[in-house]
């Protein structure tokens, strides 16, 4: 069964989206402007102090961006007046009930316009301290439901998850949820209230106990951990994210809800054009600390897919689900990724990107071609560990002992110390990703695909199985990683 369109579905409708100024958002509203001009209108909740400054975010952190640029060219001189009418900056927080909106009015119009919801906002740090994630990755799931509870019009919501909240198993990942209430194995009940209440508690204990800033930032992040730890995720953010699904589960016979999951997610692949990103995540970082040659030992299983996803795919699968998810009960879960139909396998990762630097070396503040080696891949970070200790923790210590004489000296300790600092805050932040044996299912996601028309296959195609790896990351992905942090290093020198 085929449906009328994305484009026929966003016709004259009104479309609340949070965290408006993330990577994925910005491309999202982008393309909704691009694609249904005659959109009603986009309601962007963002964090600000006012009004004034909600609409200076949005402006220079969205409407001045490259990824508008076609637009601009449609529009011209009109262009500022067509966004501004079809764009409403909202100040709002998710993590805040009524999502901090404090205009009373506003939030009215909003309950009663709204026809589609797309929660994006989210705090995507993996070491990001407990209180913080909570209040943003699982209340907000919370706020956001109770908000489309009251919209009259209401006809989507759509969360956006991770895939990685079901990570540590292996063999194929479902798109199914999780345990409701429980850890990530079943075994221990889980009170969401009673984790709000434990890192509430923990907080307060610090500041009576006059805690500095930084004490309270590294304790609440070590709690993160050590309860997402407890409970069967790897750390905070997939633990808080997996949280905000189980609140969204016993909503879903009330409210059209669903959930998307993407894998980790990268640059462009086609548009608005090839190889925009903000942000270094997840293989971004094996990509510019090797090519800088910062990073000469990584863990992995070079045997297994890593499943990483363009923007714009990610983008396009969300406008399908908008367009062709099916009314009342029906399978709430997407998985968007590409290991089950387009599999990367890590070792083939990393020989494209050892091949992408000796092509085109990277050349450091000094001036010099930094040439690049095939890294040490270990496949546990039991060894890992151990060759940290042999090739960094051992010579740092001798360098100590021996004595920093010269200037020289102090170079070289402070050169192999920060390798080794990034070195093991790349290999700890992602060894769950990398060390992941499992395959992300996508029946759900293929089912909706059957269903789109031809017209929709061309204008929002979402199938990663057409991606050419070796070519994208290439000619593409690699590229504009590499373009991003030569504009980051620039700006910081302003």
């Known amino acids: ?88 900056p909202v100040v709002g927080d998710v993590s805040l009930k009524n999502l901090g909106i404090g205009n009373a009015d506003l939030a009215e119009d909003m309950v009663k316009e ?4 797309i929660h994006m906002a989210a705090t995507v740090n993996f070491r990001e301290r407990y209180d913080t994630a909570l209040a943003i ?47 990530n194995d079943g075994r221990l009940d889980l009170d969401i209230s009673e984790e709000t209440a434990f890192a509430e508690a923990k907080l307060k204990e610090l500041v009576c106990s006059n805690a500095s800033e930084d004490t309270i930032r590294r304790t609440m992040k070590k709690i993160g951990t050590q309860r997402a730890l407890k409970f069967g995720w790897p750390n905070a953010y997939v633990f808080t994210k997996a949280m905000g699904e189980m609140l969204a589960y016993e909503h879903r016979s009330r409210l ?60 396009n699968a969300m406008l399908c689900i908008v367009s062709c998810h099916p009314q009342g009960p029906s399978d709430m ?70 004595g920093l004489s010269t200037a020289i000296d102090h170079d070289r300790y402070n050169q192999l110390k920060r390798e080794y600092n990034v070195t093991v805050a790349v290999a700890e932040a992602y060894w769950p990703v990398t060390l992941f044996k499992g395959r992300f299912d996508d029946s759900n996601m293929q089912r909706l695909i059957a269903m789109m028309n031809e017209r929709d296959r061309e ?17 593409t992905h690699i590229p504009g990683v590499m373009d991003y942090e030569s504009r ?5 020198r302003l």
């Open 1 to 88: 069964m085929e449906h009328d369109g994305v484009t026929e579905r966003l016709l004259n409708r009104t479309v609340l989206i949070t965290g408006a100024t993330g990577f994925i958002a910005k491309l999202l509203v982008e393309k909704i402007l691009r694609l249904q001009p005659r959109v009603k209108r986009l309601y962007l909740l963002v964090r600000a102090g006012d009004q004034v400054s909600a609409e200076k975010r949005v402006e220079s952190e969205i409407l001045q961006l490259q990824i508008f640029e076609s637009l601009q060219e449609k529009y011209e001189t009109n262009f500022s007046s067509w966004f501004w009418a079809k764009v409403s």
């Open 114 to 117: 709204t026809n589609i919801i």
């Open 137 to 183: 990755n699982t209340m907000g799931v919370k706020h956001v439901i109770e908000f489309a509870s009251r919209c009259a019009k209401l006809e989507l919501v759509l969360l956006a998850s991770t895939a990685i909240v079901n990570l540590d198993k292996a063999g194929i990942m479902l798109e199914k949820p999780l345990h409701q209430y429980r850890s």
């Open 256 to 315: 059209p809800i669903v959930i998307i999951r993407p894998t980790a997610t990268i640059s462009t692949w086609k548009e608005p054009f090839p190889g925009w990103i903000e942000g270094v995540n997840t293989i971004d970082t094996w990509v510019t600390n090797c090519g800088k040659g910062h990073m000469k030992f990584l863990v992995g299983d070079v045997a297994t897919a890593i499943d990483i996803v363009p923007a714009d795919i990610v983008v």
């Open 333 to 402: 879960i997407y998985h968007i990724g590409s290991s089950m139909r387009n599999p990367l396998k890590i070792s083939e990762l990393i020989h494209l990107i050892c091949r992408y630097f000796s092509e085109k070396p990277y050349i450091n503040a000094e001036g010099d071609l930094v040439k690049v080696k095939q890294p040490n891949v270990q496949s546990a970070m039991s060894s890992f560990y151990e060759l940290m200790d042999i090739h960094y923790k051992v010579p740092l210590q001798n360098m100590l002992r021996s």
């Open 459 to 475: 204008l929002i195609p979402c199938d990663a199985k057409f991606i050419n790896w070796e070519k994208y990351l290439m000619e």
């Open 488 to 492: 980051e290093a620039a700006r910081a």
